[in-house]
């Protein structure tokens, strides 16, 4: 079956069933999407189906037949997001980055801190405590703490 | 993943006849979203083997009016519902619903059909299809037949379908009164209902719970007591005594039954 592959037309010799993230890691050895749970509740493998992000945990790869599939490598490691990640120490252990980014990169300019954290809500984060991924996704998307009320937490 | 992949038989249907023959000719479980079956794939305690992918199928996706009917396409989304204007004016107990459905990873994969087959008693958006008297529609590759969503369960995760029938829709009259919903889980975000209600208030109150019984349950004899003006407290009395949930990983029967009661006193001091 084919699908596009952060841009490029992928060709896969794969069972149906098998699960997107499974194929993506071994077969096209694309290791930047994690598995944490293995159950859609930790978003650590989250990927974009046609710009929507999705758990490729339990996702089987036929459903990707045709479409597009971004993952954190096709961000070729110079989306300004990631910089931000880095500058503001929104990585820790590493593992919940980069479903992170790719959850984040759903969100419209100018969200409020409520609509990054609903945007976020289906990932965890077992070491910063959020702040920092706050922070990070609010200033790519050109707001700081003080723009949103109830932003302390980002302060 | 726990399941060898090599045990299972996928194909993928890419229209709605397409479907319906493949469910006529072999027994197959559809598959839409995959957030409910993948996740048991992935812990190897589903038992099925052989899949019917449908996610292709897209005259399922529409949410449109028919009549005064709302009728959501089975493939609709928590996505596609929390964004559709017609669910929003209709049904805003079910953009509630859909909004507190996993994450949007989860919101972009999860459909209506898929809640209503995968059949958990703890299924969020089943207490408010319960609620708005919504009606299951059934089609095989010779008919089709609608069977209301109170009657669609026939015990713990058993239902009338039959194994040639796909759920394609979902009917849903027009909602007098005012719409309520709520879903109590161990964290906001992501987690699997402890207990969750919906209610319309009207004349003739309407309220339906889930994960306090095998199935979505309507609360006929609690919704008499109020529409007869019997009391909030009466009421309470009625349905402690109505509703049976049990102890299970999530909960306990005895928290279930104190928030159900908490939950119906909320409903009423909201819609007030």
């Not at chain 2, 928590?78 to 107990?93: A, D, F, H, N, Q």
């Not at chain 2, 719409?179 to 109590?184: L, N, Y």
Request: with cysteine; glycine share 8%.
């Amino acid at each position: 079956m084919r699908f596009m592959l952060n841009g490029a037309v992928k060709e896969v010799a794969t069972h149906p069933a098998a699960r997107l993230i499974d194929v993506l890691r071994e077969e096209c050895g694309l290791t930047g999407t994690k598995e944490g749970c293995g159950e859609g509740e930790c978003g650590a493998c989250t990927v974009l189906i046609d710009g929507e992000p999705v758990c490729s945990c339990i996702i089987p790869v036929a459903q990707v037949a045709d479409a597009e599939v971004t993952t954190v490598e096709g961000l070729n490691g110079e989306h300004p997001l990631q910089k931000l990640f880095m500058d503001e120490v929104g990585a820790q252990c590493g593992i919940c980055t980069p479903g992170m980014i790719m959850a984040a990169l759903s969100l419209g300019p100018a969200p409020t801190l409520d609509e990054v954290r609903t945007a976020l809500a289906g990932n965890l984060c077992r070491c910063t405590g959020y702040s920092a991924i706050y922070r990070a996704v609010m200033k790519w998307r050109g707001m700081t703490a003080g723009d949103t009320p109830g932003s302390a937490v980002v302060a | 993943m726990r399941t060898a992949v090599s045990e299972l038989d996928m194909t993928s249907a890419s229209s709605l006849d397409e479907a319906l023959r493949a469910l006529r000719d072999e027994k197959r479980t559809p598959i839409a979203g995959a957030t409910d079956l993948y996740v048991a794939l992935n812990f190897g305690t589903l038992e099925q083997r052989k899949f019917l992918d449908i996610w292709a199928v897209d005259e399922l996706r529409n949410i449109s009016e028919r009549g005064d009917m709302l009728v959501l396409g089975a493939l609709a989304t928590y996505t596609s519902m929390i964004r559709s204007p017609l669910v929003v004016k209709r049904l805003p107990m079910l953009v509630e619903a859909a909004r507190q459905v996993g994450g949007a990873q989860i919101q972009n994969r999860g459909t209506i059909g898929g809640n209503i087959a995968n059949g958990s008693p703890a299924g969020d958006s089943l207490p408010v299809l319960a609620a708005a008297d919504a009606v299951v529609v059934l089609r095989s590759a010779d008919a089709e037949r609608r069977v209301p969503i109170t009657e669609y369960y026939t015990s713990y995760r058993a239902s009338v379908m039959r194994p040639d029938e796909l759920i394609v829709a979902v009917e849903i009259p027009p909602v007098e009164g005012k719409q309520w919903f709520r879903k109590v889980g161990t964290r906001a975000a992501q987690a699997i209902s402890k207990i969750v209600v919906a209610g319309v208030r009207s004349a003739e109150p309407r309220i339906s719970f889930g994960s306090v019984a095998p199935t979505v349950m309507r609360v006929p004899l609690t919704e008499r007591a109020l529409a007869s003006g019997a009391g909030i407290d009466e009421a309470v009395r009625v349905l402690a005594q109505e509703i049976a949930p049990i102890d299970d990983i999530r909960s306990t029967a005895e928290y279930r039954l104190r928030v159900a009661t908490n939950l119906l006193r909320r409903f009423w001091t909201e819609t007030a």
